[in-house]
């Protein structure tokens, strides 16, 4: 199985922050990769599809890029609705693993 | 509206069994691939299975091979998932989800609210 590694596993920033998630997979996943949102209590909510597509209705102070092992997920400036749990997650193959998560939270 | 409203979920006793199940509307459920996504509690998201559009096809995560059973009901707009021999380490919230296109299979875009399954005695 293809492994996700995300860093830092946790964040504190502030609003208007710029902010940078780092995803890591094993082998290289081409640009089979998506970012979530995840808030306490709630479903997750995909951002961004095959690395850099924001998906609709998505903000567009969100970004990614990235292609083979390393992929990053931008926020520009940070606002108040952002703070929760981002995780990547590969679609290149069968299990679809996702990132340990990583916590955005209040400085 | 495009929905996804999963049920089933329920205290059970480590051994037990379990149907999960998942309505959708608003789209063409026959014409997508289907997982289910699991969350134990305070931890991340793990794919558990999924199944091609007409059933043929179904994949599994290891650690429920041979316990778990995914199925699909195109004519009902229904998905499922048969959980036997249910273990302490099964516990969590269950998501279905749909991918974001008809052929893709794991960029999910639509995700139910989740039903809760507790294994413990």
């Known amino acids: 199985d293809i492994q996700m590694t995300q860093s830092p596993s946790c964040l504190s920033s502030s609003v208007g922050d710029r902010v940078t998630i780092t995803c890591r997979a094993s082998?290289?996943?081409?640009?089979?990769l998506n970012w979530y949102q995840q808030r306490p209590g709630k479903a997750p909510k995909l951002l961004i599809y095959?690395?850099?597509s924001l998906q609709s209705e998505v903000p567009s102070r969100f970004s990614g890029s990235g292609s083979g092992t390393e992929f990053t997920l931008t926020i520009s400036s940070l606002q108040a609705e952002d703070f929760a749990t981002y995780y990547c997650q590969q679609s290149y193959n069968t299990p679809p693993i996702f990132g340990q998560g990583t916590r955005l939270e209040i400085k | 509206e495009v929905q996804l409203v999963e049920s089933g979920g329920d205290l059970v006793q480590p051994g037990g069994s379990l149907r999960l199940s998942c309505a959708a509307s608003?789209?063409?459920?026959?014409?997508?691939?289907m997982s289910w996504v699991r969350q134990a509690p305070g931890k991340g998201l793990d794919w558990v299975a999924n199944i091609k559009q007409d059933g043929s096809e179904k994949y599994y995560v290891d650690s429920v091979k041979g316990r778990f059973t995914i199925s699909r009901d195109n004519a009902k707009n229904s998905l499922y998932l048969q959980m036997n021999s249910l273990r302490d380490e099964d516990t969590a919230v269950y998501y279905c989800?749909?991918?974001?296109?008809?052929?893709?299979?794991?960029?999910?875009?639509?995700w139910g609210q989740g039903t809760m399954v507790t294994v413990s005695s």
């Open positions: 095959a690395a850099s």
């Open positions: 989800a749909r991918p974001n296109r008809a052929q893709s299979r794991h960029s999910f875009d639509i």
């Open positions: 082998q290289s996943i081409s640009t089979y």
């Open positions: 608003g789209f063409t459920f026959s014409t997508y691939w």
